[in-house]
């Protein structure tokens, strides 16, 4: 397990999937590597997998976050904070002795993308965003779109019980017992595979950490914003059809923050859509990192 120094002295670890198959330019990699920030916030890596086959066209250098994973918790808790991370994530790019990196990200791992592209925009070559948070940017997410994107699975047997733990979340009466009955739309198949990728959640997310990730101070949205408007490098956001946490309405919203972005919609996928259609997701995802 290789790792690398954090500037404020934390050792963190990255997992390696996958040779891309080629040759080139790559660091020591048989092809340039994508560095994947993974989301929870504050997960481990290990839930990628190998992003449903995306490590045979490029390898894949997976970051455990600080105090996730393999990587050791830092010695001040404030440090967990987004804005804070970019650091690191710019300390593994030196670490791999690259001049650009192709970054990808899912979820709340794309708001520390967006900071590390609004603030490092020389050294980002292309920047997948795989149903990506909205935070750092302050795009809505209307109750309105919520309920429309979970009717898609009206048909689904387990609908009547999470679309009522919506309707308490959206109407403000939220509880933990609601909150996981949401479950089943986070996937886009609610079968044994789904639940065994949810049921690993828990104890691969630090929830302390999570709590200062997007604490008060990670996020300047005006500054971002202007920032991504003058990001010259291609940008690839993709949504799941079904996805209840970043529906495509929103992330066209957040597309359009940006100059050259385009917005894949995958059919049928919720918010990992590496394994609702792996074909199809790594189809569309290669071809963009190329």
């Known amino acids: ?30 092809a340039a590597p994508v560095i994947c920030l993974p989301g929870g916030p504050m997960q481990a890596s290990a839930y990628f997998g190998d992003l449903g086959g995306l490590a045979a066209h490029r390898p894949l250098v997976m970051l455990d976050l600080r105090g996730t994973g393999d990587s050791a918790e830092p010695d001040d808790p404030a440090s967990y904070r987004c804005d804070r991370l970019v650091d690191d994530v710019e300390a593994l790019r030196e670490h791999l002795g690259l001049a650009t990196v192709d970054l990808l990200a899912h979820s709340g791992g794309t708001n520390l993308a967006v900071l590390y592209a609004a603030r490092h925009p020389e050294r980002v070559g292309r920047l997948a965003l795989i149903t990506p948070s909205v935070m750092a940017v302050d795009v809505p997410v209307t109750g309105a779109v919520r ?50 990728h949810k049921a690993a959640e828990a104890g691969r997310r630090n929830d302390a950490a999570a709590a200062v990730y997007g604490s008060e101070g990670a996020y300047d949205p005006a500054a971002t914003r202007a ?13 799941g059809e079904c996805d209840l946490n970043s529906p495509p309405p929103a992330l066209a919203g957040l597309a359009g923050l940006f100059p050259y972005a ?28 190329g």
């Open 147 to 196: 309920r429309e994107t979970a009717l898609l699975r009206r048909d689904e047997p387990w609908f009547p019980a999470a679309f009522a733990a919506l309707e308490a979340v959206v109407g403000g009466r939220a509880t933990p017992e609601a909150f996981a009955a949401l479950a089943p739309f986070a996937y886009g198949r609610w079968d044994a595979a789904a639940r065994a």
């Open 227 to 239: 920032a991504l408007a003058r990001f010259g490098s291609p940008v690839l956001v993709l949504a």
């Open 1 to 30: 397990m290789p790792t690398f120094s954090a500037p404020d002295g934390t050792e963190l670890a990255y997992h390696v999937s996958g040779d891309g198959g080629a040759t080139g330019d790559g660091g020591g990699f048989g």
């Open 262 to 289: 385009e917005l894949v919609v995958q059919p049928g996928a919720a918010h990992f859509p590496w394994l609702d259609d792996p074909a199809r997701f790594v189809t569309a995802t290669a071809a963009f990192l």
